[in-house]
């Protein structure tokens, strides 16, 4: 479990950029599995193909959301 003095000392900004930067990655991860996954899969098994499709769309949008913020921090603390 992450400890949450880590975070001491920092400013909230800081804080979600790390921690959004180091979720990045996990959620790229999880993305790429669930595609091979479903590369590997008989294709005649539909409900097991719809969950992977909806497990691949979600973690991309949480990629996206978290690319987002990270990338508007970063602009602003580049903007100061």
């Known amino acids: 479990m992450a400890d949450a003095n880590r975070w001491s000392g920092k400013t909230p900004e800081e804080v979600l ?7 990045r990655n996990p959620i790229l991860i999880t ?6 996954l479903k590369s590997e899969i ?4 539909e409900q097991v193909r719809y969950f992977l499709d909806a497990a691949i ?9 978290v690319e987002s913020v990270y990338k508007y ?7 100061q």
Not at 31 to 36: I, K, P, Q, S, T
Not at 73 to 79: D, L
């Open 17 to 23: 950029l790390e921690s959004f930067h180091e979720i």
């Open 31 to 36: 993305a790429g599995y669930l595609n091979v």
């Open 42 to 45: 008989d294709s005649s098994d």
């Open 57 to 65: 769309h979600q973690s991309l949008i949480a990629k996206e959301i």
């Open 73 to 79: 921090i970063n602009e602003k603390r580049g903007n």
